[in-house]
């Protein structure tokens, strides 16, 4: 069911991989709900997915732009606006990326050149994304930006490696940057920290099912879908949670404030 929540909005959606990824679910609520809004997403990327059917079934276009180029952002941010008509008033950032995970170097004995290019192309682009946004005045005020980022930023899952110290820097541009932005244009900014989800990104880390399933086990409500993600993210584009800025907020069936269940100890033989 649609509830017009973003009816007259326009918005710039970075991210959308295939149908699996998060960005492609927020993608076609946001268009059910009546905003209308550009695509984005690294050229490599872009050939590796589906984006043009994507684009095509929500009647978008779509702008590549390397979210590490601050001249790619100018470009995404100018052209939106002329495409769309106007300043945008959302911004989803779903880019994140580790070459450490993707070759499998456990955590202590990181590559920095590898550790470096995740912060760049996963944490930096956002203070980057920002930025520029703010430089070109392409947010309209009470605008709402969104990161998506996971709980490995607060406590340590050794299969997530130098992800984890990326995320906590994702989550503090989104405080800091989230008070600049605040003051200046009512602006807001805000970390959504979701479930183990199973999208591209997240099936190729190590171990990833079994944690699902943990994670599953854990969350009272079990594991947040890419859809309920995304359900998640509509509301916070919209004005019905205006006064919400530098949060982190956490979606994910309540795993994050569950200590253990009954269900994980009785795989230990306790009742």
Request: proline residues 2%; hydrophobic residues 40%.
């Amino acid at each position: 069911m649609a509830y017009n929540l973003l009816k007259g909005k326009r918005g710039i959606i970075s991210g959308a991989l295939d149908e699996n990824s998060i960005a492609w679910k927020v993608a076609e609520k946001a268009h059910e709900e009546g905003a209308t809004f550009v695509l984005t997403n690294a050229p490599i990327a872009m050939r590796m997915g589906e984006i043009n059917k994507l684009a095509e079934a929500t009647g978008s276009q779509i702008i590549p732009a390397d979210a590490t180029s601050v001249e790619d952002l100018e470009n995404l941010f100018t052209k939106s606006q002329e495409i769309l008509g106007g300043k945008v008033d959302f911004v989803l950032h779903s880019i994140g990326m580790s070459v450490n995970i993707r070759k499998k170097i456990p955590y202590t004995e990181s590559n920095y050149e590898f550790f470096q290019k995740g912060i760049d192309v996963s944490a930096l682009s956002f203070h980057k994304m920002l930025a520029v946004a703010k430089k070109l005045d392409a947010i309209n005020e009470w605008g709402s930006v969104v990161a998506l980022t996971y709980m490995a930023a607060q406590r340590t899952y050794p299969f997530y490696t130098d992800m984890a110290d990326i995320k906590a820097m994702l989550e503090s541009i989104a405080r800091s940057f989230g008070y600049h932005y605040g003051v200046d244009k009512k602006v807001r900014i805000n970390t959504v920290s979701q479930s183990p989800t199973k999208t591209t990104a997240g099936s190729g880390i190590k171990g990833f099912g079994d944690f699902f399933d943990y994670a599953n086990a854990i969350a009272p409500l079990g594991n947040a879908t890419a859809e309920d993600c995304a359900n998640y993210c509509i509301t916070l584009f919209s004005d019905l949670t205006k006064m919400v800025t530098m949060q982190n907020l956490f979606h994910d069936g309540g795993y994050s404030t569950t200590g253990v269940s009954s269900e994980v100890l009785s795989k230990f033989g306790i009742e």
